[in-house]
């Protein structure tokens, strides 16, 4: 079973942590499934970018984003080229190495830290 390994984040991962993930769920269900809650303000629906991941190993595993996604990362916080929605984005057959960016768009229109 391929790994989600995440990166240490602040506040949801301080440690980071490796997890097992299945093939076919997506990023965002793993680490929520994993007690890492990531924000999903749109409840999964692509909606929004508050689940955006930077995927740092294994970007070329998952399948292509769809228009609607890059349309909605264009207005990601920290965007780069290997950042997807963990809700859209779903863990094939590798192992990847996922950052959670510090902030998300709704904290930093809230004056986050």
Not at 43 to 62: N, P
Not at 85 to 99: H, N, R, W, Y
Request: with cysteine; proline share 6%; net charge negative.
């Amino acid at each position: 079973m391929p790994q989600l390994i995440v990166l240490p984040h602040v506040e949801l991962c301080p440690e980071g942590t490796v997890i097992e993930a299945k093939p076919g769920e997506t990023i965002c269900d793993t680490l929520l499934a994993n007690g890492i809650e990531i924000e999903h303000a749109c409840e999964k629906s692509c909606a929004c970018t508050t689940c955006h991941v930077i995927v740092r190993e294994g970007f070329d595993s998952l399948e292509p984003s769809e228009e609607k996604e890059d349309d909605l990362l264009d207005k990601a916080w920290g965007l780069e080229p290997q950042s997807r929605l963990s809700c859209q984005a779903k863990v094939a057959g590798a192992d990847l190495v996922v950052e959670i960016p510090k902030y998300t768009i709704n904290m930093v229109k809230e004056g986050g830290h």
